[in-house]
């Protein structure tokens, strides 16, 4: 396991937020991050959290908040007709990818998130994802065989599994060295950890 | 009304890091932010959501990333006893004496903070709260019958209707000519979009 893991979850805008940032705040060290998508229902069902943007109150704020972070860094963002989505497709589609090149599995994530948060695109739907993988130049039947693949689910299964045995709840969620660090606020002060090993 | 208003639960740990570190983010313009404590029970029944620290895994992020914030700043920290515990004296002991001074009323508020997250002391109760007001000069006697005249209740529950109606739903929040800054790390954000007016 790399020593920074970066979990997220395709349907969370601010794991949006934070995929586009994580790479600008780590900057040389962009390379040595894990990107591990997982699925957040099963452990909301945990923490027994809805929706943030279902929330009375705080549903508004993280709007609000979402979209000012966003005109604050130059992201494009709005949200899909459809919010929250299935994420699993894309999640598999992540791993299918992974297991021959971790970099082409980001530049895949960074292209789902980019679909759904930055154009407001359908990524819920199996079809939808291979979609975005054929415009990176995969083959789409290919990529769609490959992503319904048995151990591939199985994959994203333990992968959500695991995070939720380190302690992780939200999207986006890093770890530097297994120190938790949850929230695109915090993306700043995992770097920080990083490079000082700690305080 | 100021043009920038920090609000706080005196029960919530992360108000009082943020009461700690509003004065020093803000720096020169500390003095023209008004201070509102609240009592946040009524508004998390309305959101739904339970107190924090007792959510199953955000709960213990919670409590290290309280500790952890807090040694970065040089912020001694501990968890009284009891926990969470009764605001409502606290609270209504800061607007008895924010009537004749502001600024004796912040006072007030870090030094309950303080004895509460700093010495581990209880302050959920009026004599408790005297006492604090004892240790700043206050006559304990005539402290603790202005906490408990009727118009600093209506005061108080006045305050929080207030800050419900204006989106309020979290400890600390901070407001800059009404935009709403939720959360101890937003306060840098908070102060650059009053320097700079917006983005």
Same mark, same amino acid.
């Given at each position: 396991?790399?020593?920074?893991?970066?979990?997220?979850?395709?349907?969370?805008?601010?794991g949006?937020?934070?995929?586009?940032r994580?790479?600008?705040?780590?900057?040389?060290?962009?390379?040595?991050?894990?990107?591990?998508?997982i699925?957040?229902?099963?452990?909301?069902?945990?923490?027994g959290?809805?929706?943030?943007?279902?929330v009375?109150?705080?549903?508004?704020?993280?709007?609000?908040?979402?979209?000012?972070?966003?005109?604050? +860094? @130059?992201? &494009? $963002?709005?949200?899909?007709?459809?919010f =929250? #989505?299935?994420? %699993?497709?894309?999640?598999?589609?992540?791993?299918?990818?992974?297991?021959?090149?971790?970099?082409?599995?980001?530049d895949l994530?960074?292209?789902?998130?980019?679909?759904?948060?930055?154009?407001?695109?359908?990524?819920?739907?199996?079809?939808?994802?291979?979609?975005?993988?054929?415009?990176?130049?995969?083959?789409?039947?290919?990529?769609l065989?490959?992503?319904?693949?048995?151990?591939?689910?199985d994959?994203?299964?333990?992968?959500?599994d695991?995070?939720?045995?380190r302690?992780? +709840? @939200?999207? &986006? $969620?890093v770890?530097?060295?297994?120190? =938790? #660090?949850?929230? %695109?606020?915090?993306?700043?002060?995992?770097?920080?950890?990083?490079?000082?090993?700690?305080?």
């Open positions: 396991m790399s020593d920074v893991v970066f979990y997220f979850d395709f349907t969370s805008p601010y949006y937020l934070g995929a586009e994580i790479g600008v705040v780590f900057a040389g060290d962009a390379p040595r991050i894990a990107w591990r998508p699925l957040l229902g099963a452990i909301l069902r945990e923490t959290a809805r929706p943030l943007i279902e009375p109150l705080k549903g508004a704020y993280a709007r609000r908040d979402l979209e000012r972070t966003a005109r604050r +860094f @130059g992201i &494009p $963002f709005r949200f899909p007709a459809t =929250p #989505f299935k994420s %699993v497709a894309a999640a598999r589609a992540f791993y299918s990818v992974s297991e021959e090149s971790p970099e082409q599995a980001r994530a960074l292209a789902l998130y980019r679909a759904a948060f930055g154009e407001g695109r359908d990524i819920a739907h199996e079809g939808a994802v291979a979609d975005v993988g054929a415009d990176l130049g995969y083959d789409r039947e290919a990529f065989e490959r992503l319904k693949a048995p151990h591939i689910k994959r994203l299964r333990r992968e959500t695991d995070a939720m045995a302690g992780v +709840f @939200g999207s &986006p $969620f770890t530097v060295n297994g120190e =938790p #660090f949850w929230g %695109v606020d915090h993306l700043e002060e995992a770097r920080t950890w990083l490079e000082t090993g700690g305080w």
